[in-house]
């Protein structure tokens, strides 16, 4: 068995992805929903900083790719990790949009018209 479970796509390191997804969470506390740029910093902050710790933490606990301890090594487990980090990208940007959008247009449409 590899995983931590029988369930297929549970596996050791899973606790440290939750462990830095939830620490984002504190992004969320600074972001202005009223101002475009602080949403699109913070869609574009928050895929990053998973992004760099994340490829940090698989790197020196030897997960992946295994790759050396080294400088050399450290950069190689942030390149294997590129594709990821786009999707990753693209994926809060569109659904930051969508959720910031949609949350303007309740409170801006929707919500006046009811309190009429």
């Given at each position: 068995?590899?995983?931590?479970?029988?369930?297929?796509?549970?596996?050791?390191?899973?606790?440290?992805?939750?462990?830095?997804f939830g620490s984002l969470t504190v992004i969320g506390f600074f972001i202005n929903s009223n101002s475009v740029?602080?949403?699109?910093?913070?869609?574009?902050?928050?895929?990053?900083?998973?992004?760099?710790?994340?490829?940090?933490?698989?790197?020196?606990?030897?997960?992946?790719?295994q790759r050396s301890k080294t400088l050399t090594g450290l950069?190689?487990?942030?390149?294997?990790?590129?594709?990821?980090?786009?999707?990753?990208?693209?994926?809060?940007?569109?659904?930051?949009?969508?959720?910031?959008?949609?949350?303007?247009?309740?409170?801006?449409?929707?919500?006046?018209?009811?309190?009429?």
């Open positions: 068995m590899q995983g931590l479970t029988s369930i297929q796509g549970f596996y050791e390191g899973m606790v440290w992805n939750y462990i830095i740029k602080s949403i699109f910093k913070g869609a574009v902050l928050s895929p990053t900083i998973y992004f760099i710790v994340s490829n940090f933490v698989t790197w020196i606990s030897g997960g992946g790719l950069m190689q487990a942030y390149v294997d990790g590129i594709p990821f980090y786009g999707n990753s990208l693209v994926a809060t940007l569109v659904f930051g949009l969508i959720l910031f959008g949609t949350n303007h247009l309740v409170i801006k449409k929707v919500l006046p018209q009811q309190a009429s």
